[in-house]
């Protein structure tokens, strides 16, 4: 390379988040020499459009993640998953060390119980699912892998928020499906929940903005959120 030029940065972001879309485009108008390459795990059938590259799937556990850094030259990794995408995040600080990779950790920060709202912490799903009193109808907004753990409460009838339709029957007995992204308002997120006379909303506390309306207008309306707290 001639005289002293610094060469172009390989950047690779572990994605998956609004975050992680805003950032790529940052990073792409920021340095047009680098290459910008966005991770997915693959769960959302038509993912938005992402500014750079994408690749699709897992990497194989820590080693197929060294080995994917050393092969594509990544000169730096941002882990800006899903705060509750604990193997991934594990992985990334495992494969950095072990690649030599600088990584920046942009893990967005949990919400914080506003005046207003009424909370009903928990550890787990399951405590979750325990808390929900009988004949309640329940907001559900928790990825399709995490559906069946609520399958014994036919007591309860659940409204189920997905982006995809799911590939196979839900196993709840008692159900409604609603496809598409949380609204971005809690005007609109209001609307949902008087419209399907919720009662409560299961959800875990995953920060951010992307699907904060459905907290402000559960505060405004005086539900009850039964809120999955992140685990150290």
Same mark, same amino acid.
């Given at each position: 390379m001639p005289g002293n030029a610094v060469p172009p940065e390989t950047i690779l972001i572990l994605g998956g988040t609004r975050e992680a879309a805003d950032l790529a485009t940052d990073l792409v108008a920021a340095n047009p020499r680098a /290459?910008?390459?966005t991770s997915l795990a693959g769960? *959302?059938?038509e993912p938005a459009p992402l500014a750079g590259e994408v690749r699709t799937g897992g990497f194989g556990g820590v080693d197929g993640l060294v080995h994917y850094l050393h092969e594509t030259? @990544?000169? /730096?990794l941002i882990d800006a998953t899903h705060p509750f995408a604990r193997q991934?995040? +594990?992985n990334a600080v495992k494969a950095a060390r072990l690649a030599g990779v600088p990584l920046d950790i942009r893990t967005r920060k949990p919400w914080e119980r506003q005046p207003g709202d009424s909370?009903?912490? @928990?550890e787990t799903l399951e405590a979750a699912r325990d808390a929900i009193p009988p004949r309640? /109808?329940?907001?559900? *907004?928790?990825?399709?892998q995490h559906i069946g753990l609520f399958a014994n409460r036919e007591d309860v009838h659940f409204v189920v928020r997905m982006i995809d339709?799911?590939? *196979?029957?839900l196993a709840l007995p008692d159900h409604a499906l609603v496809l598409g992204r949380p609204a971005d308002t809690a005007a609109a997120e209001t609307m949902l929940l008087i419209a399907h006379r919720i009662t409560h909303i299961v959800c875990r506390n995953s920060g951010g903005?992307? +699907?904060y309306a459905k907290i402000e207008a559960a505060r405004q309306l005086g539900l009850p959120v039964i809120m999955v707290g992140r685990k150290d």
């Open positions: /290459r910008i390459i769960r *959302t059938r030259g @990544v000169t /730096r991934i995040s +594990a909370w009903i912490e @928990v309640a /109808r329940v907001l559900l *907004t928790l990825g399709s339709p799911p590939e *196979t029957i903005q992307a +699907a």
